[in-house]
């Protein structure tokens, strides 16, 4: 009885907090759930590849895998800092994703569902923003990163 | 499982393709063999744009342009590679040609799914060669053909990404 209470409590714990991965790019702090994240790595250098896919204009190669690179960069119209970069892997809903971010590594939190706020008027895919660190932080849906932005442009 | 089956399925698992693979810059790109006309050097392809030979004109194509590369096509290993799909005939100009290479089916990989656009009509598919990410192009758009395709409609994407021979199994 009190062990099915406990696991209770814990299930109720783990839906109202997110363990997020905080990283930046061009100096802007971003966040993203870690189930969305494949991996971080250094950066390799891409090919490009002639398209008209918004931000979806290179690809690379890791380990046997190729995968095509999100310029979230270009997006959020920065200038990513540092040196070396590092390479986000995002498990995006059509395939591994590469995103090339600031070279400052990234860190582990976790956050209360219950203090996400949705994100107002931003120009790109969250699932709405949060406070760390006493700065709002938007929190990246990475999964479908890239798709509104389709949906735009082509209506 | 007869002798016969056996036979097919070991024809099958090694269909292959041949590609000719040129350098652009920093860029690898292949195009089907059976498209290849000629290598020319610079001086053999001579200072006009167009290239006259056997009868047909092969009209200049800035391949690099139309890729968005920038590359250098007066290096002493630079080449005209003469192109044709068999409606167009493009004199290609290429910072080097790599050489010429058979690629299994199963080897040649699909343009990820997050390319939704015209470029699914560009580029059959990629392999590797020599380490190298190559992208394969489609001959037609490689000599001028496809380039004013109309964009695709959000509904459409889906039906053309499975359309397009790069979704299906192997991309040559």
Redesign the interface.
């Given at each position: 009885m009190l062990r099915a209470s406990r696991e209770k409590q814990q299930a109720q714990v783990a839906k109202q907090s997110w363990p997020v991965m905080v990283f930046s790019v061009g100096g802007m702090k971003l966040a993203a759930r870690t189930e969305d994240v494949e991996g971080v790595s250094s950066w390799t250098e891409s090919?490009?590849?002639?398209?008209?896919?918004p931000f979806?204009?290179a690809?690379?190669?890791r380990d046997n895998h190729?995968?095509?690179v999100?310029d979230l960069a270009s997006r959020l119209k920065c200038k990513l800092q540092g040196d070396p970069l590092l390479c986000l892997i995002a498990r995006?809903l059509?395939?591994p994703?590469a995103i090339c971010i600031d070279a400052d590594m990234p860190s582990l939190e976790t956050v209360d569902t219950m203090a996400i706020r949705p994100t107002g008027g931003g120009d790109i895919e969250t699932l709405g923003s949060v406070m760390i660190a006493d700065s709002e932080v938007a929190i990246v849906a990475l999964q479908r990163l890239?798709r509104s932005r389709?949906?735009v442009a082509?209506? | 499982m007869t002798l016969r089956g056996r036979q097919n399925q070991t024809h099958t698992l090694l269909e292959t393709s041949s590609f000719l693979v040129v350098r652009l810059g920093?860029?690898?790109v292949a195009l089907p063999a059976d498209g290849v006309h000629g290598v020319f050097t610079q001086e053999e392809a001579g200072k006009e744009q167009a290239v006259t030979t056997a009868g047909i004109t092969y009209q200049p194509v800035d391949l690099a342009q139309?890729?968005?590369?920038v590359a250098d096509l007066s290096g002493l290993e630079s080449r005209t590679v003469l192109y044709s799909n068999g409606r167009s005939h493009g004199a290609i100009g290429v910072s080097q040609v790599v050489g010429l290479t058979d690629v299994e089916r199963k080897d040649c990989?699909p343009?990820?799914?997050?390319?939704?656009?015209?470029?699914r009509n560009?580029?059959d598919g990629?392999m590797?060669y020599q380490d190298q990410?190559v992208?394969i192009l489609n001959p037609s758009w490689a000599v001028g053909e496809l380039a004013d395709i109309v964009?695709?409609?959000?509904g459409q994407?889906g039906q053309i990404t499975a359309a397009t021979p790069a979704a299906v199994d192997g991309s040559c």
């Open positions: 090919i490009p590849v002639p398209s008209r896919t979806v204009q690809i690379l190669k190729v995968m095509p999100y995006h059509d395939g994703m890239g389709l949906d082509t209506s | 920093d860029s690898y139309r890729l968005s590369v990989l343009l990820p799914a997050q390319f939704q656009r015209e470029e560009w580029i990629i590797l990410l992208l964009p695709v409609a959000v994407v």
